[in-house]
Nanobody, 123 residues
């Protein structure tokens, strides 16, 4: 079965950096657009970044543009999210997701999800 396993979350001070990883198994990784989303309690899950399967094109939410970088290593079936200049408002559970049909920033378009990893940014 398909598994997406996130790692790399933790507690960091404002201005610091973290690198999230998502290891995928059970799917043809190179045929999926991979995305990162985040969610806080009582709020909707929101798009953060995605990277397409075909050309490796990247897209970002305006709130993270210029601070976060998404990348993928197809040989390792892994997608990364490098987060720099972190702010307290970046605090959330971060989820990795796989979209087998296109390139979207909508939660409903993603087929598979990881369990999430907590990122906490202190002020």
């Amino acid at each position: 079965q398909v598994q997406l396993v996130e790692s790399g979350g933790g507690l960091v001070q404002a201005g610091g950096s973290l690198r999230l990883s998502c290891a995928a198994s059970g799917l043809t990784f190179t045929r999926y657009t991979m995305g990162w989303f985040r969610q806080n309690p009582g709020k909707e899950r929101e798009f953060v970044a995605r990277i397409t399967w075909s050309r490796g094109s990247t897209y970002y939410a305006d709130s993270v543009k210029g601070r976060f970088t998404i990348s993928r290593d197809n040989a390792r079936n892994t997608v990364y999210l490098q987060m720099n200049s972190l702010k307290p408002e970046d605090t959330a559970v971060y989820y990795c997701a796989a979209d087998g049909w296109g390139s979207s920033d909508r939660v409903s378009d993603y087929d598979y999800w990881g369990q999430g990893t907590q990122v906490t940014v202190s002020s």
